[in-house]
């Protein structure tokens, strides 16, 4: 997924990351997607709209999974489960690029209803440290408080900007995709390659400046910890 340029990596860590700490359990759960739950630990997350993956796209994502169980019989360890997410990720990742569905958060006002919901509770249930609002989804990089679940925070966001947005654009039903995908950040290494991942993918996906809205923690900005050009 982290095709980018690494030249800042070895960066100190900034103020309020917590990468996946190999002393404290690590727990998983699964929908359709596996996921990984630390406590105190940062995540890099991508939730997105719900038409912006077609029937025939989420076919082939099925057609994978019948094809990994093929050659790894289940139950599967944890390296297949990880190998798996993230075959899966950059499957998806590459689709959402192309722009496919209505692209609602192509409108600026829409947007904003969205980094609204993300800044709401930003300092007393997470902590949130970088993102982009693309046209049809959201990469955000977010460090959970205890007693505040990812699941819980990310049906915060969605259930409340979903609401804002639909009414903003005269329209109703289901906006996002349920599931998100998301992955526990490892260490700095792994955090500089997900900034450098959420910086670059408006040129990826060749966006022009008001298409899209990105940003980072004024404080790991102020450490080096910025987008590269």
């Known amino acids: ?61 099925e057609g994978c999974k019948r094809e990994w169980e093929r050659k790894y019989p289940v139950p599967w360890s944890e390296i297949v489960w990880r190998r798996f997410a993230e075959e899966l990720g950059e499957q998806v990742d590459a689709w959402l690029d192309q722009g496919i569905g209505c692209c609602s958060l192509r409108i600026g006002s829409a947007r904003t209803q969205v980094t609204g919901a993300i800044h709401f509770f930003d300092g007393q249930r997470y902590e949130v440290d970088c993102y982009v609002v693309m046209p049809n989804h959201v990469h955000v990089i977010v460090r959970p408080f205890d007693e505040h679940p990812l699941e819980r925070i990310l049906q915060s966001w969605k259930r409340y900007s979903a609401r804002e947005i639909n009414a903003l654009l005269g329209q109703d039903g289901q906006f996002w995709q349920e599931e998100s995908y998301d992955q526990i950040v490892r260490d700095e290494a792994h955090l500089f390659h997900c900034v450098q991942y959420i910086g670059t993918n408006p040129t990826r996906a060749g966006l022009s400046v008001d298409e899209f809205t990105r940003w980072i923690r004024p404080e790991w900005e102020h450490v080096g910890w910025r987008f590269e050009k």
């Open 1 to 61: 997924m982290f095709q980018t340029r690494c030249s800042s990596w070895n960066l100190p860590a900034p103020t309020g990351f917590r990468g996946l700490d190999p002393h404290l359990p690590v727990t998983r759960y699964e929908r359709h997607l596996p996921h990984w739950r630390q406590a105190g630990a940062t995540y890099f997350v991508t939730f997105r709209l719900g038409d912006s993956l077609p029937q025939g796209k989420l076919n082939e994502l």
